[in-house]
T-cell receptor
Framework: DVKVTQSSRYLVKRTGEKVFLECVQD?????MFWYRQDPGLGLRLIYF???????EKGDIPEGYSVSREKKERFSLILESASTNQTSMYLC????????????FGPGTRLTVL | AQTVTQSQPEMSVQEAETVTLSCTYD???????LFWYKQPPSRQMILVIR??????QNATENRFSVNFQKAAKSFSLKISDSQLGDAAMYFC????????????FGQGTRLTINP
């Protein structure tokens, strides 16, 4: 079975802190994604990566950056956390090509105080 | 830009009954993929069913089936013989065939199953 893990289920940070959210997948997938999930808005794509050291902005990249130094790991970075970044963050991965589904991690619920 | 709309924030159904969740989308592409994902409470999102737009036949996975109306840009999910384990948030999603594999999600529908 594909396994996508995220470093924390719950995280509480203070405004202005630098925050790292880690995601690891164990199936050698080329593509990895970071979404945020908010009630009434569904999931919105923040960043994605289709190869090591490659990244592309999604629909809401402002205030975020990412890092992919190894194929299995994709990190989301909040350089200076703000209260409007309080949300559920979901990581996903998929094989390249065609109609391959995305496999999701359990999510990290981040609260910024 | 592509958009996906789920107009039903919440739905409920009696156990063993049938329920249909609605989804509409907007795109100028002629070929694309559509998905329904399920997010159970406090559990990971999983794929329920997928549909290639170039296939006329509606996809079916056991008790789950879709009604894909390409001209109307509608992609509804029918759950037959509803079970307590079907209670979840359901998300409709769209993906272009060419280019990056990014998904565009709808707002979600929370489905409650009444015993």
């Amino acid at each position: 079975d594909v396994k996508v893990t995220q470093s924390s289920r719950y995280l509480v940070k203070r405004t202005g802190e630098k925050v790292f959210l880690e995601c690891v997948q164990d199936m050698d997938h080329e593509n990895m994604f970071w979404y945020r999930q908010d009630p009434g808005l569904g999931l919105r794509l923040i960043y994605f990566s289709y190869d090591v050291k490659m990244k592309e902005k999604g629909d809401i990249p402002e205030g975020y950056s990412v890092s992919r130094e190894k194929k299995e790991r994709f990190s989301l970075i909040l350089e200076s956390a703000s209260t409007n970044q309080t949300s559920m963050y979901l990581c996903a991965s998929s094989l390249g090509g065609s109609i391959n589904e995305q496999f999701f991690g359990p999510g990290t619920r981040l609260t910024v105080l | 830009a592509q958009t996906v709309t789920q107009s039903q924030p919440e739905m409920s159904v009696q156990e063993a009954e049938t329920v249909t969740l609605s989804c509409t989308y907007d795109t100028s592409e002629s070929d694309y993929y559509l998905f329904w994902y399920k997010q159970p409470p406090s559990r990971q999102m999983i794929l329920v069913i997928r549909q290639e737009a170039y296939k006329q036949q509606n996809a079916t996975e056991n008790r789950f089936s879709v009604n894909f109306q390409k001209a109307a840009k509608s992609f509804s999910l029918k759950i037959s013989d509803s079970q307590l384990g079907d209670a979840a948030m359901y998300f409709c999603a769209y993906r272009k065939i060419q280019g990056a594999q990014k998904l565009v999600f709808g707002q979600g529908t929370r489905l409650t199953i009444n015993p």
